[in-house]
């Protein structure tokens, strides 16, 4: 599927006009990620923006003794996003889980782009409060539920995830080990 038709499927509810939304396609250039490359590393400035076409990528945080965090996983359709203002640093990692294509645009060309065509705020701001309501709620059910809890929302949310990204991924997304996923997985079958 080409960039153009890619956003015209997303845009084509909020854009009216296919000549805007063609010039917004420019912006972006599509980026072929192999299974672990990185695409934005925490503190990484001026963070591109994009949407993932095809594959699974997973943004996660590092402590200072590396032991990493999955905080959300892109799927197709998603933004891809570091940051959520230009010139700001990446709280996040973001790295491709299988091979991935992604549509990427620099924050510093979109912006002149923006702030003429204010209809594509509306739009982009859909998609940045997608992606900051899953981290929301990832936080909430730390808090609120346990392993077993957490991964029946998982399996409601992400059943296409289960055989198609390594389990030590989701049993660290879950904030449990691979062998405590291995027991719940057996006692609750999808």
Known sequence: MALKDFLYNLLKSDIKTEGKISTFSDLFTLKILEKDN??????DS??????LRKGVLRSFVSDYQGNEANVRFIRSGDIVSGGFSFNSPSPVNIQAITK???????WQHLQPFLKDNREFLPFLNKYLAIGSKSTTELLANFIRLNGEGRYKIFIKE????????PHYHIANFLGISPVQLSRIRKKQPI
């Not at 990185?38 to 503190?43: A, D, G, L, M, Y």
């Not at 001026?46 to 949407?51: A, S, T, V």
């Not at 991935?100 to 620099?106: G, L, P, Q, S, T």
């Open 38 to 43: 990185f695409i934005i590393r925490e503190s």
């Open 46 to 51: 001026n963070c591109p923006i994009g949407f």
């Open 100 to 106: 991935a294509e992604v549509y990427f645009a620099n």
């Open 158 to 165: 992400y059943p296409e995830l289960l055989e198609s990204i």
